[in-house]
Each structure stands twice: as structure tokens, then as C-alpha cells.
């Protein structure tokens, strides 16, 4: 067989398997994302009594994450750090967590469908 013939056949192969390394790659991606995000907003955010800190939590699912403050006797207090009051400072956490653990995400993803696909 020629070299153009295997080169085709293997492009044709990571054509084929290209739907499962981008879902593969995906759910990897937003695991790290959701864990990196949860760490950093765990070290940003003030610590009084740690009660905040220890409600921040990540929620992943195959085609999404979410990172935040889910228990309901922190909800309210969780906002008032993040965006302050009429008589407290804000001292965000989150928004910077996000976008902190963000900022590589597009290559994160680039390089994890080219590892998936070089399987």
C-alpha cells in the first residue's frame, strides 16, 4: 500500500473516532475544570469560620460542571462576600476562580482530543 493510502486510512480512522474523543475529551476537561475552579475558590474566599469555604463545591456531569455554593444556610451569606453590602466590602471568590481556572481551557481541550485521538 502506498503512503498516501495509509496516510488517508489513518486520517479516515481519527474521523471515525472523533465523536467519542470529543465527548471523552469534554468530560475530562470539565472534571479538571470544575475541581481546578472549586480548589482555587476554596483559597480566595475569606475565611471567618470556614463554613463558606467548606460549601463551595463542584457538581460534574458528562456534559457540564458547575461550580458554587449549593447548601442553603450559605446561599445568602455566600453572596454578600462575593458582592459585598451596603456595609461589607466585596471580596470576590468565585468570578475570579472562574476565570482564573478558565483562561486555558479552549487548549486544554485542543490537546486532550489530539491525546485521545493519537490512541
Not at 472534571?31 to 463558606?52: H, I, M, Q
Request: proline share 4%; net charge negative; charged share 30%.
Amino acid at each position: 500500500m502506498s503512503r498516501f493510502l495509509l496516510g488517508l486510512d489513518t486520517a479516515l480512522s481519527r474521523v471515525r473516532r472523533m465523536p467519542q474523543a470529543a465527548r471523552s475529551a469534554r468530560t475530562e476537561v470539565l472534571d479538571n475544570w470544575a475541581e481546578d475552579t472549586k480548589g482555587l475558590a476554596k483559597s480566595y474566599v475569606p475565611e471567618r469560620t470556614g463554613n463558606l469555604m467548606n460549601a463551595i463545591e463542584d457538581r460534574k456531569y458528562e456534559d457540564a460542571a458547575y461550580v458554587g455554593v449549593y447548601q442553603p444556610d450559605q446561599l445568602e451569606y455566600a453572596q454578600f462576600v462575593e458582592k459585598g453590602t451596603s456595609s461589607m466590602e466585596e471580596q470576590p471568590y468565585l468570578v475570579p476562580a472562574f476565570e482564573a481556572a478558565s483562561a486555558g481551557i479552549a487548549r486544554e481541550f485542543r490537546d486532550t482530543i489530539r491525546r485521545y485521538l493519537e490512541v
